[in-house]
């Protein structure tokens, strides 16, 4: 399965943005889906995952801030971004976690610039 992610642009500090994950085919047998992020020179960080069985996880930067939604009827991920601020700025993906580290496995991203 290939994914590919939209939605992002650029808002200034405390706006809100939607993240979309399309999937090439189902989603619903694959244990954890995840959202990261990657900044210019920075190694691509775990934001948030979502699994089959509904547990989710953020990590501390972006908690009480990102909502991560599943839709395994559609073959989509969401990743709901409020009260962003400058430190989010970077390039999103998502992911099934199983491929995390075969370079192959990730989309093109889409860009989230945070700024004045």
């Known amino acids: 399965v290939q994914f590919v992610e939209s939605g992002g642009g650029l808002v200034q500090p405390g706006e809100s943005l939607l993240l979309s994950c399309a999937a090439s085919?189902?989603?619903?047998?694959?244990?954890?889906l995840a959202w990261y992020r990657q900044t210019p020179g920075g190694q691509r960080d775990r934001v948030a995952y979502?699994?089959?069985?509904?547990?989710?996880m953020y990590s501390d930067s972006v908690k009480g801030r990102f909502t991560i939604t599943r839709d395994n009827g559609e073959n989509k991920m969401y990743l709901r971004m409020d009260s962003l601020k400058r430190d989010d700025t970077a390039v999103y993906y998502c992911?099934?976690?199983?491929?995390?580290?075969?370079?192959?496995?990730w989309g093109k991203g889409t860009q989230v610039t945070v700024s004045l």
């Open positions: 992911n099934d976690e199983v491929y995390a580290d075969d370079p192959g496995s």
């Open positions: 085919g189902s989603i619903a047998h694959i244990y954890s």
């Open positions: 979502a699994t089959r069985g509904g547990a989710k």
